[in-house]
């Protein structure tokens, strides 16, 4: 399989708020809150005006040609290892394939992708915009893995994804775009600005 990940130049989002101080003020924001667990992690889903500059969300249009949709923040503390991997899938239960991805802050953890396995998944439904499918960690067979970091990086998101962590508490977005659903897609689209083609 070829590798489920693409380093970018993408710009990172430029952010018009402390996201931090912004979710931990105030976790539970109707509409944003997926998941916080304080000793664990948490998820949130932002609308692009609330994260991103408006200079941002046009520079995407006009350089790169996509909207943004939602942005996902995925936040894990040291150490928390989460027994499952999932697959992305949207609204109508299709396989969501992918993301553009980057963290805050100096990244010591390892996204780590399986082969999708023949056995039925179980559904988990964290928020109105993250349902996913998952399978225990010991059904599944890895094929990658990758330390995302500060640079903008495409990720797969429609075969078995987890993130194994270290020591550093991480904090994720995710950027999703408007008329972006395959994985093929998410490359086609910024297949100029993909710097990085090493097999994982
Ligand atoms: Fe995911």
Redesign the pocket.
């Known amino acids: 399989m070829h590798n489920p990940w693409r380093r970018t130049s993408i710009a990172p989002g430029d952010l018009k708020i402390d996201l931090k101080d912004y979710l931990l003020s105030d976790p539970y924001r109707p509409g944003e809150h997926a998941i916080y667990m304080p000793e664990a992690g948490g998820i949130w889903t932002l609308q692009p005006n609330t994260i991103f500059s408006k200079d941002w969300l046009e520079y995407t249009v006009n350089e790169y040609g996509v909207k943004v949709d939602l942005a996902q923040i995925f936040m894990r503390k040291p150490y928390y290892q989460h027994p499952g991997a999932?697959?992305?899938i949207d609204q109508e239960d299709n396989l969501y394939g992918g993301g553009l991805n980057w963290t805050l802050d100096p990244d010591d953890a390892e996204m780590v992708w399986y082969d999708t396995p023949e056995q039925d998944p179980v559904y988990t439904q964290r928020s109105h915009t993250d349902r996913?499918k998952e399978w225990p960690l010991e059904s599944l067979t890895e094929c990658a893995r990758c330390t995302i970091g500060k640079t903008p990086t495409l990720v797969r998101?429609d075969i078995p994804?987890t993130v194994d962590m270290n020591s550093n508490e991480r904090w994720l977005i995710s950027v999703r775009f408007t008329w972006l659903k395959t994985w093929d897609q998410y490359l086609n689209t910024f297949n100029n600005w993909i710097i990085n083609e090493e097999l994982a």
């Open positions: 999932h697959v992305d996913n998101t994804h």
